[in-house]
């Protein structure tokens, strides 16, 4: 026997004991899988099957449209079928359904070429079109049903999609081919240890690689320090890097639900270090990764010790009692709240308001809707009893979920088929840099917020002992919403910003939740809409609303300036009261999700 023979069977032993032991792995793992007796899972699962009861009887109502959803299926699929028949005779023929232009899992050019993959690729699209059609056209269903069927049928269809499986996607077919089948062994390498790094029955695809980036090093960089620490926050104050700065330092508050560096990613696309450029001294919170120990803190915790107790330090750090303040998404919403609590307690500190991709009004919530009914909550209410925080990596799916095709199956293919590494991503670095939120802030802002709407009720909710009233808020506020915003819906964060009584301008930014927003100048992408007026209706809005070229960002500093002219010598972090007690990014933003569930 030659000695190549001899290596390539011994190579193929070695693989094929390497794939039983992985699978043996996964096995086990599956096997050993605890299901708490707080998982929310089984309850969200039924909430969803009453949706489905729902669309049942409105098919059993008018069974007339089900039908012809299903004649018309048949036909295009005999269609299919004699079209295919042709191709293989050798014959051009059109296709009968073609994939949507953003639809990139159809790329290869294979699934157009070869006819049996263009088969498959057509088939599948045919009936997935009949699945969501079916759902579309029944009538009777209520708005909040029919959202759940959408997503739930949405997931299904995305999860069946030939593209998943090994053997019909002729990408993975080379690969496997080429590799010798090395490339699944590596995926499934890779799946194990991301089932490792999940939390609870959900699995959190690696979408970066995670090594290529350390916070303070190669994210989140621009030059300052931590002047002010609480329980629940740090608080950075960034160099300046210009001789004279605007009298009225800037706070920034971002979002508790993900770390404050999306706004600090790298030089070229850094919010934070954009607004020092401009001459703005700017003080920015890092929230804490919470575990159980902070099982209580709750939105009024977040509130009192974070953007108030921020005041206080900013006075002592500068001097200065006026500041102008910034909320991105959930730190918009608290700084809404914090606004109307000052006002009440005539504390007039916070001059001006600017409020990014921001929910007030959660009468439309967007896609995560569908997680919010008094079922889902109260049973993820049970989970958090339980370990006092809710896992900041089942958000961070359940997010996912709701761009599926680009953030969960894309990756399910290239790291688990392909066998291939993520590449180094800062943006998705982020978005995998998770963070938990306490129990008791979390209940309170699903029902508060999301399920009962109160923050835009006049006297609706109470923090503090004070009722909170966004209608007596009278400073200048800006809003800037995106247009394709799928957490926080424009048309929704619009009704939000008629809640307050001072002049407020609107602005509608390109692309979505983080791209429209993170759109510096320089890059010249998306464009914005404005409009001095604020009619009642979004709709009306946008019907006079100027279409602009570059980004919002010039257009808010114009606002800013307007509202504040006045300029000082820059300041230096602990030149006056507040002395340094770390370099920033601070310690809070390096907390990981895995190192805080004993802390």
Same mark, same amino acid.
């Given at each position: ?25 996964? &096995?086990?793992?599956? =096997? ?35 039908? =012809? ?41 294979? &699934? ?71 490339? /699944? ?5 890779? *799946? *194990? ?16 690689? #995670? ?47 993900? !770390? ?12 934070? !270090? ?16 919470? +575990? ?26 500068? +001097?200065?009692?006026?500041?102008? %303040?910034?909320?991105?998404? /959930? ?25 990014? %991709? ?23 209410? !049970? ?10 990596? %089942? #958000? ?5 979920? /709701?761009?599926? !095709?680009?953030?969960?199956? @894309? ?31 979390? @209940? ?35 809003? *800037? ?7 926080? #819906? $424009? ?5 939000? =910003? ?13 692309? +979505? ?15 914005? &809409? ?25 257009? $808010?500093?114009? &606002? ?40």
């Amino acid at each position: 026997m030659s000695q190549t023979v001899e290596n390539t069977i011994t190579d193929f032993f070695e693989m094929a004991s390497k794939a039983s032991d992985q699978a043996y792995r996964l &096995w086990e793992k599956a =096997a050993n899988q605890e299901t708490s007796n707080e998982d929310p899972s089984a309850s969200i699962m039924n909430d969803f099957g009453k949706a489905f009861e729902e669309l049942g009887e409105a098919f059993y109502r008018n069974p007339t449209k089900v039908v =012809a959803d299903q004649v018309q299926l048949m036909q295009k699929q005999q269609a299919l079928f004699q079209s295919t028949a042709l191709k293989f005779l050798g014959k051009e023929t059109d296709a009968i359904i073609s994939p949507e232009k953003d639809d990139r899992r159809f790329k290869d050019t294979e &699934w157009t070429e070869n006819a049996v993959f263009d088969y498959i690729k057509q088939l599948y699209l045919l009936q997935s079109k009949s699945l969501t059609d079916m759902v579309n056209d029944a009538d009777g269903l209520s708005e909040k049903s029919r959202q759940k069927v959408d997503y739930f049928m949405r997931q299904y269809v995305s999860a069946l999609s030939p593209t998943n499986f090994p053997g019909l996607n002729p990408e993975v077919i080379r690969k496997t081919l080429e590799t010798g089948g090395a490339n /699944l062994l590596d995926g499934m390498e890779q *799946l *194990l240890s991301d089932l490792d790094a999940s939390q609870g029955g959900s699995l959190n695809v690696s979408m970066t690689d #995670m090594s290529a980036f350390t916070v303070g090093r190669n994210v989140a960089t621009t030059e300052g320090k931590v002047v002010y620490q609480t329980d629940m926050m740090q608080l950075i104050q960034y160099s300046p890097t210009t001789d004279k700065v605007q009298k009225r330092p800037l706070l920034v508050v971002p979002p508790f639900i993900n !770390k404050y560096y999306i706004l600090d990613l790298r030089e070229k696309n850094s919010y934070l !270090k954009w607004l020092v450029d401009q001459g703005h001294t700017v003080f920015c919170i890092s929230w804490v990764n919470p +575990g159980p120990g902070l099982r209580d803190k709750g939105f009024e915790d977040y509130m009192l010790e974070g953007p108030v107790a921020a005041l206080d330090a900013i006075e002592k750090a500068t +001097g200065e009692k006026e500041v102008n %303040a910034i909320g991105y998404c /959930l730190g918009g919403t608290l700084l809404a709240t914090t606004l109307s609590y000052l006002q009440k307690k005539k504390d007039e500190r916070i001059k001006s308001a600017t409020f990014l %991709a921001t929910l007030i009004d959660f009468k439309e919530p967007g896609e995560i809707g569908v997680f919010i009914n008094e079922t889902a909550i109260s049973a993820l209410e !049970k989970q958090m009893n339980a370990t006092g925080y809710f896992d900041g990596r %089942a #958000m961070a799916f359940s997010f996912n979920t /709701l761009r599926e !095709k680009d953030l969960f199956w @894309s990756f399910f293919i290239n790291n688990y088929l392909k066998g291939e590494r993520p590449t180094a991503f800062d943006l998705l670095f982020w978005n995998s840099d998770s963070t938990n939120l306490p129990a008791a802030m979390h @209940s309170y802002y699903l029902r508060n917020m999301y399920l009962h709407n109160k923050l835009q009720e006049k006297d609706g909710l109470e923090l503090g002992g004070v009722k909170i009233d966004l209608s007596a808020v009278k400073i200048p506020t800006y809003f *800037l919403s995106t247009a394709q915003d799928h957490i926080a #819906m $424009w048309k929704g964060t619009y009704k939000g =910003a008629q809640n307050f009584s001072g002049k407020t301008r609107f602005v509608l930014g390109g692309s +979505g939740h983080i791209a429209g927003v993170i759109n510096p100048p320089k890059a010249n992408k998306y464009g914005y &809409w404005t409009n001095d007026a604020l009619p009642e209706s979004a709709d009306a809005w946008y019907q006079d609303a100027k279409q602009n070229d570059g980004s919002w960002w010039t257009d $808010w500093q114009q &606002w800013a300036l307007k509202e504040d002219k006045a300029q000082v010598a820059k300041r230096i972090p602990g030149d006056r009261q507040l002395k340094i007690i770390e370099d920033a990014p601070g310690s809070y933003v390096q907390a990981k999700v895995l190192n805080v569930a004993n802390t």
